[in-house]
């Protein structure tokens, strides 16, 4: 059994400031790790993927996550926030039987 | 990009009614899931289908039936609603693997 833990309900961040989103996960074998969105009433969209290779994958606006293998973590960065960035980041795992795990999410609002 | 509507947007039953939530893509992918969401406890997979007739349990099935008539139809039934059940609920699907699932916009439901 897969689980997922982000452990920032809350990220407060000014635009333009760098920020990272924590994602630790606990799975015993082979699996798939993805970054979602979630602005405010609407459904999750899909931000990136991991599965093997360059532990560093790049996403749409500017995203990327890193994943280590031995820290059992899947991290999102990016360089410099905007005010639309403001939203619910989720981290998932994909083990077997083709389901996927979330996280609770992590809020992350930006000021100007 | 990947299409999944989702039917009806609000709905409003009471303690004991009969509810059934649709779903329909349209990007031919073999996967389908239905979500909850409530706060507190990020998303939690009810049921989920490989395809047309198939049907997987997932992690909170209780008091929910689902139905996959075709490819692109899948369906989640509250035969009797009970106030636990007043959540948000997503309906996503996927083609390749679990890990990148494409969302419909959510059905609110709340049940009195």
């Known amino acids: 059994t897969q689980t997922v833990s982000q452990s920032d309900a809350h990220v407060t961040v000014f635009e333009g400031d760098s920020v990272e989103l924590r994602c630790n996960y606990s799975?015993?074998?082979?699996?798939?790790l993805s970054w979602y969105i979630q602005h405010h009433g609407r459904g999750l969209q899909f931000l990136l993927k991991?599965?093997?290779?360059?532990?560093v994958v790049q996403g749409v606006n500017g995203f990327e996550a890193e994943f280590s293998k031995s820290d059992s973590s899947f991290h999102l960065r990016k360089a410099s926030v905007h005010w639309s960035d403001s939203a619910v980041y989720f981290c998932?795992?994909?083990?077997?039987?083709?389901?996927?795990?979330f996280g609770k999410g992590t809020k992350l609002s930006v000021k100007s | 990009e990947a299409a999944v509507t989702q039917s009806p947007r609000n709905k409003v039953t009471v303690t004991g009614g009969n509810v059934t939530l649709s779903c329909r893509q349209t990007?031919?992918?073999?996967?389908m899931y239905w979500y909850r969401q409530d706060t507190g406890h990020g998303l939690r997979l009810i049921h989920y289908?490989?395809?047309?007739?198939?049907?997987q349990i997932g992690d909170v099935p209780d008091g929910y039936k689902a139905t996959r008539t075709t490819q692109e139809d899948f369906f989640l039934l509250l035969e009797l609603a009970s106030p636990s059940q007043t959540s948000l609920y997503f309906c996503?699907?996927?083609?390749?693997?679990?890990?990148?699932?494409?969302f419909g916009p959510g059905t609110r439901l709340t049940v009195l």
């Open positions: 289908s490989y395809g047309a007739g198939n049907l």
């Open positions: 799975y015993g074998g082979s699996i798939y």
């Open positions: 991991y599965y093997s290779g360059n532990p």
């Open positions: 998932a795992v994909e083990g077997s039987n083709a389901k996927l795990t």
């Open positions: 990007n031919s992918h073999n996967y």
């Open positions: 996503a699907s996927s083609g390749l693997g679990a890990y990148e699932q494409y």
